[in-house]
């Protein structure tokens, strides 16, 4: 009993069996508060976004006596839904639709298959220098647009590109660095053993990359098509550089019309900005447990 006592003595006072049973209570308190400050932090971070694409909505279907009211209506009433006809009827955004998704298709056909061969070629083969490329090739992350802007522009009016779709997608085929590196991370979680089956059963490289590689990286894929996806539907600058034509402008640039010379039509451009939106919302919702699984299983290996 004198040995119990002198142990207890000289354990840590949290640790002691009496000390810790009435600490219990406090430490739950304490987790539930952090759980519960946890959870008001996150829902606070997605008002911040809700809001701003809220009023977008709301603003399409408003009167304009309600426009400018103050505090404004959370709920219109009346709803005014002819908003987006006239959005229609004001610009050709039926063939804006049509250049962004032209030109979303081929950025999309561009980075899947540039980047996916990249990865793979990092990912599976060790040769002397490989290491040294790939830190070259995430040191192109550091090099900002603007850098390359001006002398792109150069090379493409030289060669007679300026007023074309060309300059807007034909750099989606030479790889996108981060996506490399997104993608290789994830084929370096894929186990050897698949490949060393497969060669087994005959299966050449491009094989393994095709019938192997991809349907695994499905997760990875999805990840990088969303990413892209909404780069490419949102771009602006690139476009605002290159295009000149009405007929070719894509959707980011066709907003620009509904600006008059004095006055802005606020409906109708929210109305069209909702159509814009709307596109990379549903890829989002109906793809986002994907796009979760690439981005958490991208980090397991180096």
């Known amino acids: 009993m004198e040995a119990d ?70 709920i219109p009433n009346p709803v005014e839904l002819h908003h987006y006809a006239q959005a229609l009827e004001t610009v050709p955004l039926a063939r804006y639709f049509a250049n962004t998704v032209y030109l979303t298709g081929l950025n999309l056909a561009g980075t899947l298959i540039s980047c996916t061969l990249v990865a793979f070629a990092f990912a599976r083969y060790e040769v002397p220098g490989s290491r040294l490329w790939f830190g070259l090739l ?30 807007l997608w034909i750099e989606a085929f030479f790889g996108n660095a981060f996506y490399i590196f997104l993608l290789r991370q994830f084929f370096r979680t894929i186990p050897n053993e698949l490949f060393d089956a497969g060669k087994i059963d005959g299966c050449s490289e491009f094989d393994l990359y095709q019938r192997i590689m991809l349907p695994l990286a499905k997760p990875a894929l999805i990840t990088v098509t969303i990413f892209q996806f909404q780069h490419t539907w949102n771009e602006f600058l690139r476009p605002l550089i290159y295009i000149n034509k009405q007929s070719m402008k894509p959707l980011s640039l066709g907003l620009q019309d509904f600006y008059a010379a004095y006055s802005v039509e606020w409906q109708q451009l929210m109305a069209a900005s909702t159509l814009m939106v709307l596109p990379v919302v549903l890829l989002f919702f109906f793809l986002q447990r994907y796009f979760i699984e690439g981005i958490a299983l991208t980090g397991l290996k180096g």
């Open 5 to 74: 006592k002198s142990v207890k003595a000289n354990l840590p006072l949290s640790t002691r069996p009496e000390v810790a049973t009435k600490l219990l209570p406090y430490h739950r308190t304490l987790k539930l508060a952090a759980r519960i400050a946890l959870n008001m932090g996150v829902y606070a971070g997605a008002l911040l976004f809700i809001v701003p694409f809220y009023w977008m909505v709301t603003t399409s279907v408003k009167t304009s006596a309600q426009l400018f009211v103050f505090p404004p209506a959370l």
């Open 138 to 167: 995430l040191a192109t992350m550091m090099l900002p647009y603007h850098v390359t802007m001006i002398p792109l522009f150069v090379a493409y009016s030289k060669v007679g590109w300026t007023n074309t779709f060309r300059p």
